[in-house]
C-alpha cells in the first residue's frame, strides 16, 4: 500500500496559523470556530453529493432540491410540534423527518428519472437539472413562494464565552453534528459489511452479482442515503439562518459542488477536508479583506487544482 501523502493534512493548519498570525486571538478563535461551523453545514448538504457520485457514478444536480425540502419539512414539524415539544428535541425530530422525507422522494427520483440514464453522463446532466427545476416548483406549490421563517430552539441560541471570544452555541452543537456524521459514514464504508459490499460493488459489479447480492437495490441504498444526506444539510442551514425560502438549495449548489471538487469527486474525506477549508477560508478572507469575499472559493478551487489536479484526496488514494 502506498504512503498516504500528508500535505493535504497540513493545508487547514496551515492556513489557521497564517491567519492567527495578522489577528488577535479572541477574533482568530471566533472566526475560526464559525469557519469550522460552516465547513461541517457545507459537508452535511454536500456529503450526499459526493457519496451518490463515488458510489454511483451519477452527478446529481438535482441535488439542491434535497437540500431545500429538508428545510421546508422542519419548518413544518415544528409549526405542528412546536406546542408540544420543544428545544432540542423538537430540532431532532426536524432532522429525523426530513432525512425521512430526503430518503424516500430520492428513491422516488432514482426509480423514474436516475435508472434510464444510468452510465450516460450527458443525459444525467440534462435530466437531473430538469428534475431540480420541477422540484423547486413543486416546493413552491407546496409551501408557497414567501420565506417561512424557523427559529433556533432557546438551548441553541446565544453564545458561550471562552478566551475572550464568543462562540454561538448553535455553531458548537453543528460543529458536533458535522463529526458524528462523517465518523459514521466514514465507519460505515469502510467497517461494515454493508460498506464492503458496495465498495465491492462499484469496484466489479459482475463478481458480486454473482455472490447473490443485487446490486441495483445496493445503489438505491446509496441514493436514498445521499438525498437523506441533503434534506438534513437542509435543515441544519436553515436554521443558522433562522428562515427557508425556495431558493436555498440553489443558492448553495455551486458552493457543495465546489466543495466536491476541491476535496476529490467521490471522496467522502476529501469532502470532508475541503468542507473545513472553504469555510475557514471564507471566513478569514471576509474578515480580513471582504472586497475579495466574494471570490474566494473559486480562487481557492483553481489554487487547489493546480496543485491536484484530482482534488485533495482522491479516490484513487487508499
Same mark, same amino acid.
Given at each position: 500500500? +502506498?504512503?498516504?501523502?500528508?500535505?493535504?493534512?497540513?493545508?487547514?493548519?496551515?492556513?489557521?496559523?497564517?491567519?492567527?498570525?495578522?489577528?488577535?486571538?479572541?477574533?482568530?478563535?471566533?472566526?475560526?470556530?464559525? #469557519?469550522?461551523?460552516? %465547513?461541517?453545514?457545507?459537508? /452535511?448538504?454536500?456529503?450526499?453529493?459526493?457519496?451518490?457520485?463515488?458510489?454511483?457514478?451519477?452527478?446529481?444536480?438535482?441535488?439542491?432540491?434535497?437540500?431545500?425540502?429538508?428545510?421546508?419539512?422542519?419548518?413544518?414539524?415544528?409549526?405542528?410540534?412546536?406546542?408540544?415539544?420543544?428545544?432540542?428535541?423538537?430540532?431532532?425530530?426536524?432532522?429525523?423527518?426530513?432525512?425521512?422525507?430526503?430518503?424516500?422522494?430520492?428513491?422516488?427520483?432514482?426509480?423514474?428519472?436516475?435508472?434510464?440514464?444510468? #452510465?450516460?453522463? /450527458?443525459?444525467? *446532466?440534462?435530466?437531473?437539472?430538469?428534475?431540480?427545476? *420541477? /422540484?423547486?416548483?413543486?416546493?413552491?406549490?407546496?409551501?408557497?413562494? $414567501?420565506? @417561512?421563517?424557523?427559529?433556533?430552539?432557546?438551548?441553541?441560541?446565544?453564545?458561550?464565552?471562552?478566551?475572550?471570544?464568543?462562540?454561538?452555541?448553535? +455553531?458548537?452543537?453543528?460543529?458536533?453534528? %458535522?463529526?458524528?456524521?462523517?465518523?459514521?459514514?466514514?465507519?460505515?464504508?469502510? +467497517?461494515?459489511?454493508?460498506?464492503?459490499?458496495?465498495?465491492?460493488?462499484?469496484?466489479?459489479? $459482475?463478481?458480486?452479482?454473482?455472490? #447473490?447480492?443485487?446490486?441495483?437495490?445496493?445503489?438505491?441504498?446509496?441514493?436514498?442515503?445521499?438525498?437523506?444526506?441533503?434534506?438534513?444539510?437542509?435543515?441544519?442551514?436553515?436554521?443558522?439562518?433562522?428562515?427557508?425560502?425556495?431558493?436555498?438549495?440553489?443558492?448553495?449548489?455551486?458552493?457543495?459542488? *465546489?466543495?466536491?471538487?476541491? %476535496?476529490?469527486?467521490?471522496?467522502? %474525506?476529501?469532502?470532508? @477536508?475541503?468542507?473545513?477549508?472553504?469555510?475557514?477560508?471564507?471566513?478569514?478572507?471576509?474578515?480580513?479583506?471582504?472586497?475579495?469575499?466574494? #471570490?474566494?472559493?473559486?480562487?481557492?478551487?483553481?489554487?487547489? /487544482?493546480?496543485?491536484?489536479? +484530482?482534488?485533495?484526496?482522491?479516490?484513487?488514494?487508499?
Amino acid at each position: 500500500m +502506498r504512503p498516504r501523502d500528508p500535505l493535504p493534512y497540513l493545508v487547514l493548519p496551515a492556513l489557521a496559523l497564517a491567519a492567527l498570525a495578522v489577528m488577535s486571538f479572541p477574533a482568530w478563535l471566533t472566526l475560526t470556530v464559525a #469557519g469550522i461551523a460552516m %465547513g461541517c453545514m457545507l459537508f /452535511l448538504a454536500a456529503s450526499g453529493l459526493t457519496l451518490i457520485f463515488g458510489l454511483m457514478d451519477v452527478l446529481n444536480f438535482a441535488h439542491g432540491g434535497f437540500v431545500t425540502l429538508g428545510a421546508f419539512i422542519a419548518v413544518s414539524v415544528v409549526v405542528t410540534w412546536a406546542p408540544a415539544i420543544g428545544g432540542v428535541a423538537l430540532v431532532a425530530l426536524a432532522v429525523l423527518a426530513a432525512a425521512v422525507a430526503g430518503a424516500l422522494l430520492g428513491l422516488v427520483f432514482e426509480r423514474v428519472l436516475i435508472r434510464r440514464v444510468a #452510465g450516460a453522463p /450527458l443525459r444525467q *446532466i440534462l435530466i437531473t437539472m430538469g428534475g431540480a427545476i *420541477i /422540484l423547486q416548483q413543486a416546493l413552491i406549490v407546496l409551501w408557497g413562494a $414567501e420565506p @417561512l421563517p424557523l427559529p433556533r430552539p432557546e438551548n441553541l441560541r446565544g453564545s458561550v464565552i471562552f478566551a475572550g471570544a464568543a462562540l454561538e452555541r448553535y +455553531r458548537l452543537a453543528v460543529i458536533g453534528v %458535522g463529526v458524528v456524521v462523517f465518523a459514521a459514514l466514514a465507519l460505515t464504508l469502510k +467497517r461494515t459489511r454493508l460498506g464492503l459490499l458496495v465498495r465491492a460493488a462499484v469496484e466489479n459489479r $459482475e463478481m458480486v452479482e454473482s455472490l #447473490g447480492f443485487h446490486v441495483d437495490r445496493l445503489f438505491r441504498l446509496v441514493f436514498a442515503a445521499g438525498t437523506a444526506l441533503a434534506a438534513l444539510g437542509g435543515v441544519v442551514w436553515a436554521l443558522h439562518a433562522e428562515m427557508v425560502t425556495a431558493d436555498l438549495g440553489a443558492d448553495i449548489t455551486i458552493l457543495l459542488f *465546489i466543495t466536491v471538487i476541491i %476535496g476529490g469527486l467521490g471522496s467522502v %474525506g476529501g469532502c470532508f @477536508l475541503a468542507a473545513l477549508l472553504v469555510g475557514l477560508a471564507d471566513n478569514y478572507v471576509g474578515f480580513l479583506a471582504p472586497k475579495l469575499a466574494l #471570490g474566494t472559493d473559486i480562487l481557492l478551487m483553481l489554487i487547489v /487544482l493546480l496543485w491536484r489536479p +484530482r482534488g485533495l484526496l482522491p479516490v484513487a488514494e487508499p
